[in-house]
């Protein structure tokens, strides 16, 4: 039975060759954009706030939120997060996280909704051939009647009309009649956390039925499409998947002689030059393996002998052998996973080199002191080039 959640399909609404790339071809990345960072970090303060209130009998505050959040942002901040609007940082993104907490006490406030019935609820109920899965960020009780609480900290806002036609909310309470069948009415509550507004809808019967009919049409679409065409929209620019997207590459490519002045001598320069670093390099790489192969031989000799030295003709090699810890070579296995220990055990960030990021929290917390606006002026954003050759594409391949 296949398995689809409201952002699987949406995906394939927004994009079938985004869809391809994430849920077919099974292509991970490693970045994260900020904008996602600081909702996980929002939702799971505000999970473990319920958490303490719900198992404590606990009221919680905006301090004790606060002190959640943060600690799940420096635990959690990596190198790979993406902040693609210009002119930001990520500290502003930490003070808008701050910013939806303290909205939140005020929203919440004047709700009551019941028993707490749970926090990430998971739902997975068939449809048609299929089963839907999500979670809901907050599901209470108030005798017959069910809500279903989501947490945004979108930058816009939820107009009416938006959240009268919302899907993911409305699949999630087609899952909740299912798994409470005495349940007489479901609200959807939208709590908009930026903006601190509470958004309320519902659905009719004829509502959930045309939903229905909407979401096994779109499943059978999905299953039924062997080419994946790109569409593209604003939200381009925001795609993780931009390397892998022949039409982004088509739509950003221009031609070397339509350039003023034309750069197609320098292009051509540029390509031959590169091919002979890259054999350069080949070679480089051979040599030195073969001098790390020829190394156990020369510390045969000088432990055989007791010598310290090798001569020969004109030339003496001074070998010292000794013991000592291997470090294995960036971008291997081995290296991952020790850096992966060093993670673990607390110590990355005292053990690895000076990074941009390193140096971007140091700034952000102010640990450089009195060093810091001038570590700061060394450390200013400049322009960086990074080019890659391909070949061009045969006319009707």
């Known amino acids: 039975m296949a398995r689809y959640s409201h952002s699987k399909m949406n995906t394939f609404r927004q994009c079938p060759l985004k869809y391809r790339f994430g849920y077919i071809d099974h292509i991970k990345k490693e970045e994260e954009g900020i904008e996602a960072f600081t909702g996980s970090c929002v ?8 958490k303490l209130k719900k198992e404590f009998d606990r009221e919680p505050d905006y301090e004790k939120a606060e002190e959640l959040f943060l600690k799940t942002w420096e635990e959690n901040y990596h190198p790979d997060i993406v902040i693609r609007r210009k002119n930001v940082t990520p500290e502003d993104y930490r003070r808008r996280g701050l910013m939806c907490l303290g909205n939140y006490f005020e929203m919440d406030k004047s709700q009551d909704f019941g028993e707490l019935l749970g926090l990430e609820v998971r739902l997975n109920f068939p449809l048609g051939d299929s089963s839907i899965k999500g979670f809901i960020d907050r599901l209470q009780r108030d005798g017959n009647t069910f809500h279903i609480i989501d947490y945004k900290v979108t930058k816009n806002d939820m107009a009416q009309e938006k959240a009268d036609s919302d899907t993911q909310l409305a ?28 958004v309320d809808s519902t659905r009719s019967e004829g509502d959930l039925l045309d939903l229905e009919s909407e979401v096994l049409a ?21 795609c993780e998947y931009q390397e892998e997207c022949e039409e982004e590459k088509r739509r950003r490519t221009v031609a070397a002689s339509r350039v003023e002045p034309p750069v197609e001598e320098l292009v051509e320069e540029y390509v031959q030059l590169n091919e002979e670093r890259e054999k350069l390099n080949a070679r480089v790489k051979e040599i030195e393996k073969k001098l790390e192969d020829m190394k156990p031989g020369f510390a045969a000799v000088v432990k055989e002998t007791d010598a310290w030295s090798i001569e020969s003709g004109d030339h003496v090699l001074d070998v010292d052998v000794g013991m000592g810890l291997y470090m294995p070579g960036k971008n291997t296995e081995e290296r991952k996973l020790l850096e992966k220990l060093v993670r673990n055990a607390g110590m990355w960030g005292e053990m690895s080199e000076i990074s941009k990021f390193l140096v971007l ?14 570590i700061r002026e060394r450390f200013e954003e400049r322009e960086t080039v990074k080019i890659k050759i391909k070949d061009r594409p045969v006319p009707g391949e």
């Not at 087609?174 to 479901?186: E, T």
């Not at 779109?218 to 925001?238: H, N, R, Y």
């Not at 102010?366 to 001038?374: A, K, N, Y």
Request: hydrophobic fraction near 40%; aromatic fraction near 10%.
């Open 171 to 198: 699949l999630y309470e087609m899952g909740i009649r299912k798994l409470y069948p005495d349940a007489q009415n479901v609200v959807l509550h939208w709590y908009m956390l930026p903006h601190n507004n509470v």
């Open 218 to 238: 779109l499943i059978e679409k999905i299953e039924s499409t062997s080419d994946f065409l790109p569409v593209e929209t604003a939200l381009c620019g925001w």
């Open 361 to 374: 929290k140091a700034l952000e917390t102010d640990t450089f002191g009195d060093l810091g606006p001038d």
């Open 43 to 50: 939702h799971e303060a505000l999970e473990e706030l319920l």
